[in-house]
């Protein structure tokens, strides 16, 4: 276990940037025996965890003062299972995993749009990208898991065996174990892809379109983002193929007012992934996500809660929707809308004053307020700040279940992610 100050001051921070905290020590795993050898201490101990991958929470879940913080960085085994799966350590990044399927065709069904964040991480969380309106999230792609509990157990979990933990872990924030394997579905991508960019001035025609390509599911990718200064919408979409194909059917009908880029690329499996430069840790990065009705969509791009002069012109601001099929998201601590499909809304700034950073946070919580009453969730990988009322209304008949399992996985309590309901011990 390290506790030099060079460690706990590096884990002090997350992706948010808004948020400090110095923990009284990090817990690096080198494998998952002595993973299971520091939850047992800290139970017996009273020691309070949190858990760590790639340290991309944007509220300070995965920072604490009060006592370790568990890296799972050393982590990070991917090994290809044959056409259908892959077996990757929950530290393991997102892009490792596409590394290690170079020279297939082969690809997770769902990635990340950031290549640094992990397997465990996402999987706790929900997980979506730009093949979410195909394959909906990370968490209904997953077969099987392997779980260090609070009691330090080590535990092979699925849908069919140790249901409930499965259904605890996925989506569960980090409040009821520690993934340390997942067993991830897999899908044959094409060898290279062509990638659009479509620019819509006109928003209703925008809706239109992209509930016509959606219904139709006319493109591999999808993602948009709304340009809120310029009063545009550009629409990013791929068509993945082996051989040549025509342009003409992906854009027949379509409404946008130019085509931006058109452009090919072979680095199939990074094509909707941000550089590692795009967003610097020594910049704050107020950030919200929230899963919306289907039917919503025309409301929440009218966007009556953001001024423009409220975030930073693009490229220092990215409000983005991804259109997500809810087949298969099974997971009962992932709140979402009904329906055969949602969207996902976000808010981005890049920010280097954490006064002005904190200011469109406190915004961000009046546009959560907002967008709930539209029938949305929020996304929990941001601080919510929510309190008894919020977490009731945000999971409804579920949070008595999300209790029991605590008591069950985690008696002791010894995963306490900062903000989470489940991890305080007023909420058992």
């Known amino acids: 276990m390290s506790r030099s100050w060079e460690d706990r001051n590096a884990r002090s921070r997350d992706f948010g940037g808004m948020t400090t905290r110095v923990p009284d020590g990090v817990a690096k795993p080198n494998n998952v025996e002595e993973a299971r050898t520091i939850v047992r201490s800290a139970a017996g101990e009273g020691v309070p965890l949190v858990i760590r991958g790639g340290g991309h929470s944007q509220g300070g879940q995965s920072l604490t003062d009060r006592g370790l913080v568990v890296d799972t960085s050393l982590l ?6 044959g056409p259908d ?5 929950g530290g393991a990044r997102w892009g490792s995993v596409v590394d ?9 069904r769902v990635l990340t749009d950031v290549a ?3 397997v465990g991480g996402t999987l706790s969380a929900g997980g979506l990208g730009t093949t979410s309106h195909r394959h909906g999230l990370q968490i209904g792609q997953v077969d099987q898991l392997e779980v260090v509990t609070g009691t330090g157990e080590l535990v092979r979990c699925s849908r069919t065996r140790e249901p409930d933990l ?3 872990v996925r989506g569960g924030q980090g409040q009821f174990g520690l993934i340390t394997e997942a067993w991830i579905r897999l899908r044959r991508a094409g060898r290279r892809m062509r990638k659009y960019e479509f620019r819509y001035c006109d928003f209703g025609r925008f809706a239109s379109d992209l509930e016509q390509i959606v ?3 006319r493109f591999d ?5 709304i340009r809120l200064h310029d009063r545009q919408i550009v629409l990013d979409a791929g068509i993945e193929y082996d051989e040549a194909f025509d ?5 027949a009908g379509l409404g946008f007012e130019e085509i931006a880029a058109i452009r090919d690329t072979g680095e199939v499996g990074y094509a909707g992934m941000y550089p590692r430069w795009a967003f610097s840790r020594k910049t704050c990065h107020p950030w919200r996500d929230w899963f919306l009705p289907w039917e919503s969509l025309r409301v929440v791009l009218g966007q009556p809660w953001l001024d423009p002069r409220s975030v930073p012109r693009a490229p220092q601001s990215w409000i983005g929707i991804y259109p997500i099929r809810t087949q298969g998201i099974d997971a009962p601590l992932f709140m979402h809308p009904k329906g055969e499909f949602m969207f996902a809304y976000s808010i981005l700034a890049v920010l280097g004053e954490v006064e002005r950073a904190s200011k469109l946070a406190r915004l961000l919580q009046e546009v959560d307020a907002a967008l709930v009453g539209q029938g949305g969730k929020g996304y929990l990988s941001g601080g919510v700040g929510y309190g008894r009322e919020e977490w009731e209304q945000h999971y409804g008949e579920q949070l008595e279940m999300g209790i029991r399992w605590k008591r069950e996985f985690d008696p002791k309590h010894v995963f306490r992610p900062e903000g989470m309901p489940f991890g305080a011990r007023s909420m058992a």
């Not at 990070?76 to 299972?81: A, D």
């Not at 342009?247 to 854009?251: P, S, V």
């Open 76 to 81: 990070g085994r991917v090994q290809p299972l």
């Open 85 to 89: 799966l892959i077996r990757v350590q």
């Open 100 to 108: 290690a399927l170079r020279g297939t065709p082969l690809l997770p």
């Open 116 to 118: 640094e964040v992990t």
């Open 166 to 168: 499965f259904n605890a």
């Open 215 to 217: 219904k139709e599911d």
């Open 221 to 225: 990718r999808l993602r948009a983002e």
């Open 247 to 251: 342009d003409g059917k992906a854009l």
